[in-house]
């Protein structure tokens, strides 16, 4: 039998505001979550012994600590389900990148297996599960461009424009949990109306905190800043500028130093695996 090969896409926060922390230490926030047609790659095949397989390490990261293997796990135990799966992940995003490839891969793996194991815990299920594992594994869950709150998991759809994005790479982790406990990281920002914010406007509160930490995302953003509005994503360290179409992206992204990672994708408002995965659907009905 073929593998179940599906798209692992990235996503951007355009905004991010950090209203409160709350007693837990995790931070209420608002944020747009936009998908990208740019993405990892996962396959998987089926197993009868009920091991769960990983092929394809990553630096720095442990077998059983893989996002991917991790997602794997927790849906076997929580459907009963006895089969097993070889998984093959071709990485292509920038890892600690504010651009959500493990969080992605995560939901990802949840629907290909929902899907090759047939378990049909339906999206709310999954979504709950995702959520476990990190604050951004439900929107990819949902497949949805997203206006977020809470810890990220209220979603409200969104139609957004789906212009071009140019996104450099530094060549940095920035870690999610060292930015939120940084004390000099402003967590005031007064609550806004997913309204107010689709007639424009909004920031990323956590970029100066990364600015002034990291000089290497502090030199992207001025060098972006140069040619056109740039903005930081998530906890960093990925900064992107839009374009109406690809060719002056291209034409920018041309002009960026050869050593500088970076790249050009479409925002999508529909994720590419969400795109798939109703194309499969089709398939079988046809
Ligand atoms: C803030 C965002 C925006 O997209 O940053 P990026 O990771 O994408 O850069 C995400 O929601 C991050 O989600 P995710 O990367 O899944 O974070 P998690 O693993 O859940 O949390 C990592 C750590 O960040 C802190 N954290 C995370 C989310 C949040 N709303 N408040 C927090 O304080 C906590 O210290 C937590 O232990
Ligand atoms: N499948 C995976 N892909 C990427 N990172 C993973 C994966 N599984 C676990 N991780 C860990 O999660 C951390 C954050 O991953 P990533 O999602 O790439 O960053 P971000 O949340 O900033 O976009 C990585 O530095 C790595 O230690």
């Known amino acids: 039998m073929q593998p179940l090969t599906l798209p692992a896409p990235g996503k951007l926060n355009l905004m991010l505001h950090i209203l409160a922390r709350r007693a837990d230490g995790y931070h209420e926030l608002q ?4 998908f990208i047609d740019h993405g990892d790659e996962l396959s998987f095949s089926l197993r009868d012994d009920g091991q769960i397989r ?3 390490d990553l630096p720095g990261v442990e077998h059983d600590s893989n996002l991917i293997v991790r997602a794997a796990r927790l849906l076997q135990r929580e459907s009963g389900c006895p089969w097993g799966a070889d998984i093959q992940l071709i990485k292509r995003l920038p890892m ?3 651009i959500g490839g493990g969080s992605s891969d995560a939901a990802t793996t949840l629907l290909g297996l929902d899907h090759l194991w047939q378990t ?7 979504a709950s599960i995702g959520l476990s594992l990190g604050a951004d594994v439900p929107v990819f869950v949902r497949g949805r461009a997203a206006f977020a709150e809470g810890v990220g998991e209220r979603l409200q759809p969104v139609e957004l424009s789906e212009p071009w994005f140019l996104v450099i790479a530094p060549q940095v982790s920035v870690s999610t ?3 939120f406990s940084d004390p000099e990281l402003t967590r005031n920002t007064p609550a806004i109306t997913v309204r107010s914010l689709l007639a424009g406007g909004g920031r990323n509160d956590c970029q100066p905190v990364v600015e002034r930490r990291y000089p290497e995302v502090r030199n992207a953003l001025s060098l972006l800043n140069k040619f056109v509005p740039a903005r930081m994503t998530g906890t960093g360290a990925c900064v992107f500028g839009s374009f109406p179409n690809k060719g002056e992206a291209d034409t920018v992204c041309r002009q960026l130093p050869a050593d500088l990672p970076a790249f050009v994708a479409q925002g999508r408002n529909i ?3 969400h795109r798939r995965l109703a194309q499969l659907a089709q398939e079988v009905n046809v």
Do not use: C, N, V
């Open 177 to 179: 949990a060292e930015i």
């Open 54 to 56: 990983l092929h394809g």
């Open 96 to 98: 600690g990148g504010g």
């Open 120 to 126: 049909r815990l339906g999206e709310d299920r999954l």
């Open 271 to 273: 994720s590419m695996l």
């Open 31 to 34: 944020t747009l979550f936009q």
